[in-house]
């Protein structure tokens, strides 16, 4: 059976930085492709941040430069470093693997002013 359980999420203030993660079991994250999306109410998921499996990595216009996306193929996690944070910044945040469709069940990061 495969898990995705992100963890990190939290109230930080502006500036602040925040580091999620996303665990897997059931599958390997090293041989595909993993994405951070975030999502808004009542608005679109929006991709963040993706990792291929040779390490490559892109990231949404908004994020560059304050964010980071990486892995470590021993503990089977993904992470997502947020600097510089906004109250832009204030989604759900997901893991998402992309082959397989499967979702994580989000981790919530607030930013207040």
């Known amino acids: 059976q495969v898990q995705l359980v992100e963890s990190g999420g939290g109230l930080v203030q502006t500036g602040g930085s925040l580091r999620l993660s996303c665990a897997a079991s059931?599958?390997?994250?090293?041989?595909?492709?993993t994405a951070w999306y975030r999502q808004a109410p009542g608005k679109q998921r929006e991709a963040v941040a993706t990792?291929?499996?040779?390490?490559?990595?892109n990231y949404a216009a908004s994020v560059k430069g304050r964010f980071t996306i990486s892995r470590d193929n021993v503990k089977n996690t993904v992470y997502l470093q947020m600097n510089s944070l906004n109250p832009k910044a204030t989604d759900v945040y997901y893991c998402?693997?992309?082959?397989?469709?499967?979702w994580g069940q989000g981790t919530q990061v607030t930013v207040s002013t």
């Open positions: 998402y693997r992309i082959r397989s469709n499967h």
């Open positions: 990792i291929m499996s040779g390490g490559s990595t």
């Open positions: 059931g599958i390997d994250f090293s041989s595909n492709t």
